[in-house]
């Protein structure tokens, strides 16, 4: 079975400068979440989706993160413009979406905002 | 609010046993995660308790006590592979796919 797929794996960009990325959850799962992660600290949950709507997204910067899923398979997730603070690893994950479940992590993008 | 505290580091000598503490103050409660992350790579699910008691699975153990918001997680016969990250997470009743991860305690081995 393959795993959670994501795109691109390192990213630099000068401040307000915007970025996409990309993320391919396992073939089945209805959730998918994009979590945020800075160095040392826990992943912090930006935005859940279960299949194509939103389910919580109480932590996403909406004045310059957006995020989408396509027909409820792959999702994009955007910032625009960059701040030197978004420099972080983000990390996409799914699961069944049945509760109680093991979340399953893609590789990540770290991303270094200059 | 949510609140998970974990110590941030700890250190040990392969072939030891180290117990890695997780307490928890959070509105709602439906199971204590605990995810094992190598530096630079994603977080890989290693156990998970919903009720009281303790989960075996090989070299490691998961302990869960929900009336003192409290678990650990065990880890024998400590091999210098173990080196990593252990995120303790907690899933959210009322929104049971929702987990709100502790900072980490990065864990040494030494030989």
């Known amino acids: 079975e393959a795993g959670v797929a994501q795109s691109p794996r390192y990213k630099i960009i000068e401040k307000r400068q915007s970025v996409a990325f990309w993320c391919n959850p396992i073939?089945?799962?209805?959730?998918l979440y994009w979590y945020q992660q800075i160095l040392g600290q826990g992943p912090k949950l930006l935005i859940q989706f279960q299949n194509n709507g939103v389910v919580d997204d109480s932590q996403l910067p909406k004045d310059r993160f957006s995020a989408e899923r396509l027909k409820g398979v792959d999702s994009t997730l955007k910032i625009q413009p960059a701040k030197l603070e978004d420099s972080a690893v983000y990390l996409c994950?799914?699961?069944?979406?049945?509760?109680?479940?093991?979340?399953?992590f893609g590789p990540g993008t770290r991303l270094t905002v200059t | 609010g949510q609140n998970i505290d974990q110590p941030t580091e700890m250190t040990a000598t392969e072939g030891a046993i180290v117990q890695i503490n997780c307490t928890y103050q959070t509105s709602g409660f439906n199971g204590l995660f605990w995810y094992q992350q190598h530096a630079g790579e994603a977080p890989t699910f290693l156990s998970y308790n919903v009720l009281d008691g303790l989960e075996e699975k090989g070299r490691f153990s998961s302990f869960l006590s929900r009336s003192k918001g409290y678990s650990y997680l065990l880890l024998k016969e400590l091999q210098m592979k173990d080196s990593a990250s252990y995120l303790c997470a907690v899933g959210l009743s009322y929104n049971t796919d929702k987990l709100i991860f502790g900072t980490g305690t990065r864990l040494q081995v030494f030989p």
């Open positions: 994950a799914s699961s069944t979406g049945t509760g109680g479940l093991e979340q399953y």
């Open positions: 073939s089945g799962h209805a959730t």
